[in-house]
């Protein structure tokens, strides 16, 4: 994946986009490519914060990527063979990727995202039946169902974990953009339905960029969804020549390690 953009911010997002953190913090979006048409992991990091402890929320990423196989192996990284042709890691941190030993067949090698859940028949009617998701796998023995909004984007799995979600202290969210005329809809019919609306119809600002606007939703484990304005976003979300010089310039004026070493003390966990 490569740096698309960086941003810097001097305190928290009024949509929590941080998590529950009011101080500085920075968001970097990476990728195999822009974001109108790839799905992108925003990285999240809140300064100061030295630790988060992991749930069983978020479950993982799939890549078909012999790429990425070929990559880790050559680095060291540690493999684990799930099945066959399929190797589990972990990221830094503790979250989960599994490659596919398979050349890459879309031009964007993210297959599916996997989300725990404790009632998959409740989760896929909210998924499919209110947001409009169609189901491309559904399998009651292993309690586990694949949706999407389009057959050449990346896919959402939801699969059962056998009792409550746990979010533990870390933080996340699945954004989807969508006409801005669409996200007035979106929170009228959540709210028609008795459904949790974490943020109401609100506008971002990103210092020296454009100003999006979103509706942040959570699914029945407290999952967090958010729909943003198109229009807005695809200006937001050009892909920005310097965000490899912007990130490499945030850490390395981020001296929390060295303060927290040199005063003999240990960054806070969150």
């Known amino acids: 994946m490569r740096v698309l953009r960086h941003e810097e911010f001097e305190e928290g997002c009024k949509a929590t986009c941080n998590g529950p953190y ?3 913090w920075s968001k970097t979006m990476v990728g195999y490519g822009p974001e109108d048409n790839h799905f992108v992991v925003e990285l999240t990091y809140n300064y100061g914060i030295g630790e988060y402890r992991l749930g069983n929320d978020f479950l993982g990423i799939t890549l078909v990527s012999s790429q990425a196989v070929s990559n880790a192996k050559k680095m060291g990284w540690p493999l684990k063979e799930v099945t066959s042709g399929v190797f589990e890691t972990e990221a830094p941190g503790g979250y989960k990727f599994y490659l ?3 050349e890459q067949l879309r031009q964007d090698p993210v297959w599916k995202v996997t989300l725990g859940v404790s009632n998959l028949q409740k ?3 909210y998924w499919s039946g209110l947001l409009g998701m169609k189901i491309y796998e559904k399998d009651e023995e292993k309690q586990r169902a694949l949706l999407g909004y389009a057959d050449n ?5 939801l699969r059962a974990v056998g009792g409550a979600v746990d979010h533990g202290t870390a933080f996340g969210r699945v954004a989807f953009s969508c006409a801005k005329d669409e ?3 979106i929170e009228a019919l959540m709210k028609k339905e008795n459904q949790k609306i974490l943020t109401p119809l609100v506008s971002l600002d990103t210092p020296g960029k454009a100003t999006v606007q979103v509706v942040i939703l959570a699914d029945p484990d ?3 969804v958010c729909f943003v304005g198109d229009e807005a976003f695809r200006e937001l979300s050009q892909v ?3 965000g490899d010089k912007l990130l ?3 850490m390395a004026a981020d001296n929390s390690d060295q303060w927290f070493a040199e005063h003999n003390r240990k960054k806070v966990s969150a």
């Open 22 to 24: 009011d101080g500085k």
């Open 100 to 102: 596919e030993d398979k």
């Open 123 to 125: 989760s896929v009617s």
């Open 153 to 157: 984007q990346c896919k959402l799995e």
């Open 183 to 185: 996200l007035p809809s």
């Open 222 to 224: 407290g999952h967090e």
């Open 240 to 242: 920005d020549p310097n």
């Open 248 to 250: 490499d310039d945030a």
